[in-house]
């Protein structure tokens, strides 16, 4: 499985439309999480971030929402954010603009949010360009750090260290609240908690506008 964990400067200069790391000098870091809500990896996540009284950003699936509509809620309660990640988890390279636009809108019924991630990071410059444009005027959220934790090949100690030797001030870091990732997560997520925080970072939700 190819991917880059530290999103490259060029990739960046690439897509100047989507946020690829959150400005600033503070020691702040931004942990998200895409695909749930997850019975299991959620909560985790949740009662993790309560430990630590981080905030994250949830990057939610439409349909995942529909199904675990109390957890959604419980993320909002508990004062983090959210964004759309579409309904089908579609991937926007493989998916006609119209086709995607509508899946896209059929999750911000559920999801209200003006913030977006691409599943996989796959979007396409019109896809991107109509996104950010009446009715849906949202803006594209991508990422610094990738942890992994999606990967099978990878071992949790390997998803550890990416974050940890990848991550500085205004990171974004991608996690995944799903069951493919749980395990890792598990692992990785303490970890990274509370080793930021013993270097004096705090965590916040992400906010553009």
Request: aromatic share 12%; charged share 25%.
């Given at each position: 499985?190819?991917?880059?964990?530290?999103?490259?400067?060029?990739?960046?200069?690439?897509?100047?439309?989507?946020?690829?790391?959150?400005?600033?000098?503070?020691?702040?870091i931004y942990l998200s999480f895409d695909d749930g809500p997850h019975p299991s990896a959620t909560s985790f996540a949740l009662d993790e971030l309560?430990?630590?009284?981080a905030k994250g950003t949830f990057f939610c699936i439409g349909k995942n929402v529909e199904s675990n509509a109390t957890l959604y809620e419980r993320?909002?309660?508990?004062?983090?954010?959210?964004?759309?990640?579409?309904?089908?988890?579609?991937?926007?390279?493989?998916?006609?603009?119209?086709?995607?636009?509508?899946?896209?809108?059929?999750?911000?019924?559920?999801?209200?949010?003006?913030?977006?991630?691409?599943?996989?990071?796959?979007?396409?410059?019109?896809?991107?360009?109509?996104?950010?444009?009446?009715?849906?005027?949202?803006?594209?959220?991508?990422?610094?750090?990738?942890?992994?934790?999606?990967?099978?090949?990878?071992?949790?100690?390997?998803?550890?260290?990416?974050?940890?030797?990848?991550?500085?001030?205004?990171?974004?870091?991608?996690?995944?609240?799903?069951?493919?990732?749980?395990?890792?997560?598990?692992?990785?997520?303490?970890?990274?908690?509370?080793?930021?925080?013993?270097?004096?970072?705090?965590?916040?939700?992400?906010?553009?506008?």
């Open positions: 499985m190819l991917y880059l964990v530290k999103t490259p400067w060029w990739l960046q200069k690439l897509y100047p439309e989507c946020t690829w790391q959150m400005p600033g000098k503070e020691k702040i309560k430990k630590y009284e993320i909002l309660d508990e004062g983090h954010a959210v964004g759309n990640h579409t309904h089908q988890h579609l991937n926007g390279w493989q998916t006609p603009k119209d086709d995607y636009l509508q899946d896209i809108a059929d999750a911000g019924k559920l999801i209200r949010s003006d913030l977006f991630r691409p599943p996989y990071g796959k979007v396409t410059k019109a896809q991107l360009k109509n996104l950010s444009e009446l009715p849906y005027q949202l803006s594209p959220i991508m990422w610094t750090v990738l942890s992994g934790d999606f990967d099978n090949s990878l071992s949790k100690e390997k998803c550890l260290k990416n974050v940890l030797n990848k991550s500085t001030k205004g990171s974004i870091i991608v996690f995944h609240d799903s069951e493919k990732a749980f395990k890792k997560l598990q692992f990785v997520l303490p970890q990274v908690l509370l080793y930021f925080t013993e270097k004096g970072y705090q965590f916040k939700s992400i906010k553009i506008k």
